[in-house]
């Protein structure tokens, strides 16, 4: 039987959230750079990496997040004019008073819009008091919830990320913990997000660390769900178009089941842009099986 040695197995390294759009091209140009340096086994076989609406650069990401909203009629012709006279390109860190003014008129405006997806309701997060109580009260029944439920239980699933309370529930659930083998010494509550881990913010920008890994040719899936204004489709294409790269195969759509599920445009040096049409923030969340028809194509190196 062949075996394969700790060198040849594929890694692939995964980012679909937020704050990782920092830390996955950061630690795929380490792996690259240990490996060049070091030259001993074993290596780590990095084969690629994707991305969805990842956090890259706050100049690109906040610059794309204002043009997206004047370009789906958010906020007026007006005001996108003036805010692009007064913030010169500088959005994330107004260069005037007048700029801070524009921008702070644009987010009185957008305020009340679920940011992750412009066109799904605002909701309260999953830790405000309301919602909190009502699961303390009794979480279990939220798992079997149906549309005869308390108020409070209805009221937690009116929003996709609602659900997210769930995840808590479930992972902790004493029954659940002993079928997964959670050992009762170790750390407490599961949390789907833990904002207490410390850590230190040096890492402002992966723009370099994305152009490194285009310079050396890493297979890339970067991809936006076309209703998320936190990082928007705009941002990220900005900061792709800065790479200069030649066009492979241009604009287009790409289809599920004969209907378009986005459009995608290739690029040389390996990079794949795409965008997911009617997803928000988080992609596969919206839009599951097109995600799923979309990363197995790219996966097999096929075009999307």
């Known amino acids: 039987m062949n075996t394969l040695s700790s060198s040849q197995i594929p890694f692939m390294l995964v980012v679909n959230h937020i704050a990782a759009g920092m830390t996955i091209p950061t630690l795929a140009l380490e792996i690259d750079i240990s490996n ?3 030259g001993e086994e074993p290596l780590l076989n990095l084969k690629g990496y994707f991305a969805g609406n990842p956090m890259t650069d706050d100049r690109f990401d906040t610059a794309g997040k204002i043009q997206f909203f004047h370009g789906m009629g958010v906020i007026p012709n007006e005001l996108y004019e003036i805010a692009k006279e007064n913030c010169r390109g ?7 008073a007048s700029c801070a003014e524009s921008m702070q008129a644009i987010d009185i405006l957008t305020k009340d819009i679920n940011l992750s997806h412009i066109l799904a309701p605002s909701c309260e997060t999953i830790w405000s008091p309301r919602i909190q109580q009502a699961a303390a009260r009794d979480g279990a ?3 079997t919830a149906d549309d005869s439920s308390g108020d409070d239980i209805q009221f937690l699933f009116k929003c996709r990320s609602d659900s997210h309370q769930l995840s808590y529930i479930w992972a902790n659930d004493e029954a659940v913990r002993e079928s997964l083998a959670v050992r009762k010494e170790t750390k407490g509550e599961w949390k789907r997000c833990d904002f207490d881990i410390p850590y230190t913010k040096d890492i402002t920008s992966t723009v370099e660390h994305h152009l490194s890994l285009r310079k050396e040719g890493y297979p890339a899936l970067i991809y936006s769900g076309d209703h ?5 489709f705009v941002g990220t294409q900005a900061w792709i ?4 790269l030649s066009i492979t195969d241009d604009w287009r759509p790409w289809y ?4 378009v599920a986005g459009f995608t445009r290739s690029f040389s040096s390996n990079l794949t842009y795409a965008t997911v049409k009617g997803a928000g923030h988080t992609a ?3 839009k599951s099986k097109d995600c799923l028809a979309m990363f197995a194509r790219w996966i097999s190196g096929e075009p999307l």
């Open 284 to 286: 596969p969340e919206y």
């Open 241 to 244: 178009r800065s790479f200069n």
């Open 256 to 259: 599920v089941d004969g209907q």
């Open 228 to 232: 998320d204004s936190k990082f928007s």
């Open 141 to 143: 029944s939220l798992l």
């Open 90 to 96: 500088n959005y994330s860190d107004p260069p005037s």
């Open 36 to 38: 060049k340096e070091s």
